[in-house]
């Protein structure tokens, strides 16, 4: 694990401070990569779980419930705020890493969703799947998660009902 970039207060939306943890498997490192480059220019302070290349361009190859449940103890610690999730589909490591408490892992192959989830159900997981969504696509859909809120009232008492 390693630091990629400081967050600058002035320049991180929702005007604070937000470290987001990327976690991948072997099937989403080129596509955790170029979010990871997005996210930082958009001011994110960006916290790299791999999987990554390793020095000879070799896939250090790993279980995307290992890396679900890693990055999920990230989450549920406060070692990062939220967590981006990538693996071929997505559905794999969010599974993974909704087995751990206080995860909310919603996998969203469009904005729309993406966008509700965070609103409604307070997700701070978001995934998807490197063999589902492109490059673009995927900056998309976590525009739409970053830029909404959580709506809390009566979204709050539901999602104590999932925390129960
Ligand atoms: C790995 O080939 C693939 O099974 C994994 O990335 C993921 O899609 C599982 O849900």
Same mark, same amino acid.
């Given at each position: 694990?390693?630091? +990629?970039? #400081?967050? /600058?207060?002035?320049?991180?939306?929702?005007?604070?401070?937000? &470290? +987001?943890?990327?976690?991948? $498997?072997?099937?989403?490192?080129?596509?955790?990569?170029?979010?990871? =480059? @997005?996210?930082?220019? =958009? %001011? @994110?302070?960006?916290?790299?779980?791999?999987?990554?290349? $390793? !020095?000879? %361009?070799?896939?250090?190859?790993?279980?995307?419930? $290992? &890396?679900?449940?890693?990055? %999920? *103890?990230? +989450?549920?610690?406060?070692?990062?705020?939220?967590?981006?999730?990538?693996?071929?589909?997505?559905?794999?490591? /969010?599974?993974?890493?909704? &087995?751990? =408490? %206080? +995860?909310?892992?919603?996998?969203?192959? !469009?904005?729309? /969703?993406?966008?509700?989830?965070?609103?409604?159900? #307070? /997700?701070?997981?978001?995934?998807?799947?490197?063999?589902?969504?492109? $490059? !673009?696509?995927?900056?998309?859909?976590?525009?739409?998660?970053?830029?909404?809120?959580?709506?809390?009232?009566?979204? &709050?008492? *539901?999602?104590?009902?999932?925390? #129960?």
């Amino acid at each position: 694990m390693y630091k +990629v970039a #400081d967050c /600058s207060l002035s320049t991180c939306p929702n005007g604070g401070f937000m &470290k +987001v943890g990327f976690g991948c $498997d072997h099937a989403a490192i080129d596509l955790k990569n170029e979010l990871i =480059k @997005y996210m930082t220019e =958009k %001011g @994110y302070e960006c916290v790299d779980y791999g999987t990554n290349y $390793d !020095e000879n %361009g070799e896939i250090i190859k790993c279980d995307y419930p $290992d &890396k679900g449940h890693e990055v %999920g *103890r990230a +989450v549920a610690n406060g070692d990062v705020d939220y967590a981006v999730l990538m693996c071929g589909t997505g559905i794999g490591i /969010s599974m993974a890493a909704n &087995k751990i =408490k %206080g +995860v909310r892992a919603a996998v969203c192959s !469009e904005p729309y /969703s993406a966008m509700m989830t965070k609103k409604h159900n #307070d /997700s701070n997981i978001i995934a998807f799947g490197a063999r589902v969504v492109g $490059d !673009e696509l995927a900056k998309m859909i976590l525009d739409a998660f970053f830029d909404a809120e959580f709506e809390g009232g009566r979204h &709050k008492r *539901r999602v104590d009902l999932i925390e #129960d």
